[in-house]
C-alpha cells in the first residue's frame, strides 16, 4: 500500500484495518463451529448436504454484519479515532465490504476441505492472494487508499469464485472413505 501510494495514505489503510479484525473474527467463529457440523454429518449424503446448507446460510447471515457496518463506518471511524483519521471512513467501509466476503468464502473452503480437496483450497487462497497484492500496489497508486482497499475486495472475491468452483467440484466428486 505504502510503495503504491506513499506513506500519509498508507497511514489512512492502516487506522482503517486495524478495525477490520474484528470483523473477519466472524469468519474465524464460522469455520470453528462449521467444521464439527460438518463431521458430525460423516460419509452419509443426505445429512452432509443438510449441514452443508447450513453452513451456507450462517455464512451469508454472518456476512451482513460486516456489511451494516460498511455503511457505518465514514460517520463512525472519526468518532472512534478521532477527526484527524475522518479520510480513513471510506477506507474501513471499502474494507468491511472485503470482510463480509472473507465471511462468505468460510463456507465453500470447509465444504471443500471436509470432502478431501485441500490444496484445491489453498490453490484458490494463494491466486487470491497473488492478485489481491498486484491488484492493491496498481490501485493504491491510481487512487490512494480508498483503491487500496478495493484491492482486498478484488482478492477476496477471486478467492470466493475460486473457492465456489472447488466446493462445486467436492461436491461432485465421490465422498472420501471413512477412515
Not at 69 to 91: D, H, K, M, Q
Not at 139 to 166: D, P, T
Request: aromatic residues 6%.
Amino acid at each position: 500500500m505504502t510503495l503504491g501510494a506513499g506513506a500519509f495514505q498508507g497511514g489512512l489503510y492502516a487506522a482503517a484495518g486495524r478495525l477490520i479484525g474484528p470483523l473477519t473474527f466472524l469468519a474465524t467463529s464460522l469455520q470453528l463451529v462449521a467444521a464439527p457440523w460438518l463431521a458430525r454429518a460423516g460419509t452419509d449424503p443426505d445429512a452432509l448436504h443438510a449441514e452443508e446448507r447450513r453452513v451456507i446460510k450462517v455464512g451469508a447471515a454472518l456476512a451482513v454484519a460486516p456489511l451494516l457496518v460498511a455503511l457505518a463506518g465514514p460517520p463512525l471511524i472519526p468518532l472512534l479515532l478521532g477527526e484527524e483519521y475522518a479520510r480513513s471512513g471510506t477506507v474501513f467501509a471499502v474494507l468491511a465490504i472485503g470482510a463480509a466476503v472473507v465471511t462468505l468464502n468460510q463456507p465453500p473452503a470447509i465444504i471443500a476441505q471436509t470432502r478431501g480437496h485441500q490444496r484445491g483450497v489453498a490453490t484458490a487462497i494463494a491466486v487470491g492472494l497473488a492478485f489481491g497484492l498486484a491488484a492493491t500496489l496498481v490501485l493504491a497508486s491510481l487512487g490512494g487508499a480508498v483503491w487500496a482497499a478495493a484491492g482486498y475486495v478484488v482478492s477476496q472475491v477471486i478467492i470466493f469464485v475460486l473457492l465456489c468452483v472447488v466446493a462445486r467440484r467436492a461436491r461432485r466428486a465421490p465422498l472420501p472413505a471413512p477412515t
